[in-house]
């Protein structure tokens, strides 16, 4: 059975709240709930952890990707300046796809540069749940295990 590690950055535990005309009125509790149903119906296992801290994040990925298959990311508003972080998911060697639950390119100036896409295998943008659901239909469609 394949894992896939499922990693939410800054402000993601707000969803629901926060700002809910660009992200939405489902929680992130909600998110994973429905992501773990389909990961079921995949035979994928799922780690899901969510930090407003990068190094905890960056502390997670050096810990779990070595017995990962995968990653989907939502890196929040490091997407544009953690160059830490994106140096951690090229290290860790696992295969990544980036998600963010708003279209990043429709947005704000700042918003619509990710120095995390180029160590992604792919990015999904805009389509909120739906990108992280893409994502993992991706790894079921190219998993080996």
């Not at 660009?22 to 149903?37: F, M, P």
């Not at 990710?114 to 389509?127: D, H, I, K, L």
């Amino acid at each position: 059975m394949s894992k896939i590690l499922i990693v939410n950055g800054p402000n993601l535990n707000l969803l629901g709240t926060r700002e809910p005309h660009v992200y939405g009125t489902s929680t992130l509790d909600e998110l994973n709930k429905r992501l773990a149903e389909m990961a079921s119906e995949l035979k994928i296992e799922l780690e899901f952890f969510q930090s407003n801290h990068e190094g905890e994040l960056i502390d997670f990925l050096h810990r779990e990707a070595p017995d990962a298959d995968g990653l989907i990311i939502n890196p929040g508003a490091l997407t544009h300046y953690s160059y830490s972080l994106r140096d951690a998911i090229a290290a860790v060697g696992i295969e990544a796809v980036e998600v963010h639950m708003s279209n990043i390119y429709a947005r704000e100036e700042f918003r619509r540069k990710s120095v995390v896409a180029p160590v992604c295998q792919g990015s999904m943008a805009g389509f909120g749940f739906y990108g992280y659901a893409m994502a993992l239909s991706y790894f079921a469609d190219t998993s080996k295990g």
